[in-house]
């Protein structure tokens, strides 16, 4: 068995590795993202990034975290029910500024942590949402919107 | 008595916008703060508004300088979702110009080091031989900057006559031997400006996350090249230069080994590349639903893509790119703590930092 299959076990998650688009998806469920980020440590894999996806309006956001391990690409969606979330960046320094970026981007919360000043900066309210705030073909106060190329 | 002093938003080195909060006590510095987002475009997002095609165009203006990887990382990503596979003839294209961007890139920063430590001389050096590798790029692609040699499939332009580049390789080669290693290697003026300045532990290159040359200065033998190969890496033979100091010798060090061992590559795939076509010929991919994530070691580190789209949609439904310094900057601030001020521009650029990929 190979290190990436034994994971599963390791972590109490029923579901299988799915490999799809270069990606070894995992459904972390029932882990939180903090007991997540734990094994994560514990097997010495890197983290690389939290990709953040809008999703139609009653479905909320979805967070995916990737860690790197030999050279594998691991994938953990979470579903977030409201805007927030547990912070890792006490666990994983390496997330301080994705987790800063999608708290602006995103206006998601990550729980446990403060922030720094703005990075992306309108006003000082968080959540720069350029998928509301600039959606094509209607402007926003503040941002022009962007017409699609035709 | 402590004091601040604020460097920035212009780089004392690169003129690029970024800010640093040093907390000094004397020469030395005690704490720091970093702030980027000066130079944030909204790339991300402008990239759910265009096309197959003009989103290729638009990624490949995230970096000034790895150009190129951008693009080919975003089609190895739209690749997936498309079910396309280049021919062997673009994966060893693909290789030749990664390692041409590589070069040019790692010239580049050996030139703004050298001109930071005061030897401007070897700052044109440098220059000129970054010079020539442009003048290759030019060659094969027509452009010095954005090649626009990505496509979904395969490349753009074929290299009509691989062999007739060696010639390049070999004086490149030649001059980094003779003159450019030797001086970084073993003048007391450069040793004494890099040796045990900017030291990122191991330990601290493992929390922080860091990639590329940064990492391998810390004795992270990490590469995607290897450890997950792309186009055709995996029919190359070279060597993962690794450094265990963490400082910015370290830094000058796997550079510039790193530029023998793409010299190496190079010569590899110009004198193998097989014959036949160089795309896959479709005149309009078609995307099935989904997410498609690639990664491609970059001249400064990991770049990754994650590229969403739906069926029969005209845009990206979302791209999002994780680029070399977006991870490695943050360490800055434990390369800084306990330096002497006046080595923290040459601490700050021993990254190769480049503030375009991080703000986006």
Avoid at chain 2, 98 to 115: D, F, M, P, T, Y
Wanted: aromatic share 8%.
């Amino acid at each position: 068995m190979t290190v990436l299959e034994s994971i599963p076990e390791k972590l109490g998650v029923d579901a299988p590795w799915v490999e799809k688009g270069g990606v070894h998806w995992l459904n972390p469920s029932p882990l939180s993202v903090r007991e997540l980020a734990q094994a994560m440590n514990a097997l010495h894999a890197r983290f690389i990034t939290i990709t953040a996806y809008q999703l139609p309006k009653e479905e909320g956001l979805r967070l995916e975290y990737h860690w790197d391990l030999d050279g594998q690409l691991l994938g953990f969606p979470f579903q977030l029910a409201g805007n927030s979330i547990e912070s890792i960046y006490d666990l994983c320094e390496a997330v301080d500024w994705i987790e800063r970026e999608i708290h602006e981007g995103f206006a998601v919360d990550f729980l446990g942590r403060k922030y720094e000043p703005l990075l992306l900066r309108e006003g000082d309210t968080p959540g720069v949402n350029l998928r509301e705030t600039g959606t094509p073909n209607k402007p926003a106060s503040g941002l022009l919107g962007q017409e699609e190329v035709k | 008595m402590s004091y601040k002093i604020p460097m920035g938003p212009y780089h004392p080195a690169l003129e690029e916008p970024y800010k640093l909060d040093m907390i000094c006590e004397g020469e030395t510095v005690i704490d720091v703060n970093l702030h980027i987002g000066f130079n944030f475009r909204g790339i991300e997002h402008l990239a759910e508004t265009r096309n197959y095609i003009q989103v290729i165009a638009l990624m490949e203006r995230v970096c000034g300088i790895c150009s190129n990887i951008h693009t080919l990382t975003l089609c190895q990503a739209m690749e997936q979702l498309t079910g396309l596979t280049p021919p062997p003839r673009a994966q060893y294209i693909r290789v030749v110009m990664a390692e041409l961007e590589r070069l040019h890139s790692h010239v580049l920063w050996a030139g703004i080091a050298a001109k930071l430590m005061g030897f401007k001389t070897m700052f044109m050096t440098c220059f000129e031989l970054r010079e020539q590798v442009m003048d290759v790029l030019s060659a094969i692609s027509g452009n010095r900057v954005n090649y626009s040699m990505n496509r979904i499939g395969g490349v753009n332009r074929d290299i009509e006559d691989p062999l007739a580049l060696l010639p390049m390789i070999d004086k490149l080669e030649r001059e980094m031997v003779r003159t450019v290693i030797p001086i970084f290697t073993t003048s007391t003026t450069a040793r004494s400006r890099c040796a045990g300045i900017g030291v990122l532990t191991h330990e601290k290159a493992v929390s922080c996350g860091v990639v590329g040359p940064t990492a391998r200065a810390s004795g992270l033998p990490q590469d995607l090249r290897r450890a997950a190969p792309y186009a055709a890496y995996a029919e190359m033979e070279f060597e993962v230069p690794v450094q265990p100091d963490g400082d910015v010798r370290a830094r000058l060090l796997v550079r510039a080994l790193e530029i023998m061992e793409s010299c190496k590559i190079l010569r590899q795939a110009l004198t193998k590349m097989p014959p036949g076509e160089f795309h896959t010929g479709e005149a309009k991919p078609a995307f099935t639903t989904g997410t498609a994530t690639a990664r491609v070691e970059a001249p400064r580190g990991e770049v990754m893509y994650s590229v969403s789209w739906i069926k029969d949609a005209r845009n990206p439904a979302r791209v999002h790119v994780r680029t070399p310094t977006f991870a490695n900057m943050p360490a800055i601030r434990w390369m800084v703590v306990g330096a002497r001020l006046a080595d923290t521009p040459l601490i700050q650029a021993s990254i190769d930092p480049c503030y375009s990929c991080t703000d986006r």
